[in-house]
T-cell receptor, first 112, second 111 residues
Framework: EAQVTQNPRYLITVTGKKLTVTCSQN?????MSWYRQDPGLGLRQIYY???????DKGDVPEGYKVSRKEKRNFPLILESPSPNQTSLYFC???????????FGPGTRLTVL | DAKTTQPNSMESNEEEPVHLPCNHS???????IHWYRQLPSQGPEYVIH???SNVNNRMASLAIAEDRKSSTLILHRATLRDAAVYYC????????????FGSGTRLLVRP
């Protein structure tokens, strides 16, 4: 089944403890992206990647890092999480960016 | 960024057609009109998109006004599974290919 998977689905952590949210897609898509969803603010793009080893900042990249070493994986790294990064995170992919984007099921992160 | 305006919520009866409106009076000639929906506790899901002509797919139809300042997503027979937040998104092809989600329309489907 064609899909985008994210792990973990739920995470509660404390301020400053490094964490990684994984994202993987099995559709051989070149484009991948991370969004965060907050009440009243909608979904906002954090980082995106047009292909392996090519990443760029979205609208809200502060406090986040990404890497794209393989086409299928696009992990989101929070080196020193803070409470304002408590949010619902979605990974998305598409064949070449211009078309339909496929979203993962989301990761609900709480930073205490 | 060109903006879209949608009603906050709409209600429908199961198995009846649903017309979800979207106004986008500042749309530019290169903006595509995309619709996504988000079911409860799930990620957004692509529904349909178009540029100028009306479009149909297995999920829905998209009717675009001749002046392109508004569009309507049509669900031909609403089911309980169609209860979701529907987002109308104008998309121009900048380098980020990001989707800009507004507040959307929450569709309630009555059995």
């Amino acid at each position: 089944e064609a899909q985008v998977t994210q792990n973990p689905r739920y995470l509660i952590t404390v301020t400053g403890k490094k964490l990684t949210v994984t994202c993987s897609q099995n559709m051989n898509h070149e484009y991948m992206s991370w969004y965060r969803q907050d009440p009243g603010l909608g979904l906002r793009q954090i980082y995106y990647s047009m292909n392996v080893e090519v990443t760029d900042k979205g609208d809200v990249p502060e406090g986040y890092k990404v890497s794209r070493k393989e086409k299928r994986n696009f992990p989101l790294i929070l080196e020193s999480p803070s409470p304002n990064q408590t949010s619902l995170y979605f990974c998305a992919s598409s064949l070449q960016g211009v078309g339909e984007q496929f979203f993962g099921p989301g990761t609900r992160l709480t930073v205490l | 960024d060109a903006k879209t305006t949608q009603p906050n919520s709409m209600e429908s009866n199961e198995e009846e057609p649903v017309h979800l409106p979207c106004n986008h009076s500042t749309i530019s000639g290169t903006d595509y009109i995309h619709w996504y929906r988000q079911l409860p506790s799930q990620g957004p899901e692509y529904v349909i998109h178009g540029l100028t002509s009306n479009v149909n797919n297995r999920m829905a139809s998209l009717a675009i006004a001749e002046d392109r300042k508004s569009s309507t997503l049509i669900l031909h027979r609403a089911t309980l599974r169609d209860a979701a937040v529907y987002y109308c998104i104008l998309r121009w092809m900048d380098s980020s290919y990001k989707l800009i989600f507004g507040s959307g329309t929450r569709l309630l489907v009555r059995p």
